[in-house]
């Protein structure tokens, strides 16, 4: 049997959507919100949180590879919140083979 490339795109429920984004209380703390591991209890609030911060990047990871992309993003969340100044760019691409296309 023979496979061509389409065989290995990814689907949605292959990736995991995310946004870092700084909230723009009074803390401005930086937060990562997985969208689309979100319950329907807490579903509403999250995206509400996350709307209403200041996007600082968003992107996908590969479903079979989240744990490590998760651990990534948590990290750079803590360093931005102890005042490091950080790119978007610096994150994505230390996501590397973690990230799906979206």
Do not use: P
Not at 22 to 33: H, M, P
Not at 46 to 60: K, L
Not at 61 to 88: M, T, Y
């Amino acid at each position: 049997m023979h496979y061509d490339n389409s065989f290995h795109m990814a689907f949605e429920s292959d990736k995991v959507m995310f946004e870092v984004y700084r909230e723009k209380t009074y803390s401005g703390k930086y937060r990562v919100v997985y969208y689309t591991e979100l319950e329907d209890h807490n579903k509403d609030w999250e995206i509400n949180r996350a709307m209403a911060g200041d996007s600082f990047c968003d992107g996908f990871l590969k479903n079979f590879r989240k744990e490590e992309g998760k651990q990534i993003l948590e990290a750079f969340v803590e360093r931005l919140n102890q005042g490091e100044q950080i790119s978007a760019a610096e994150v994505m691409a230390a996501l590397g083979e973690t990230a799906a296309m979206g």
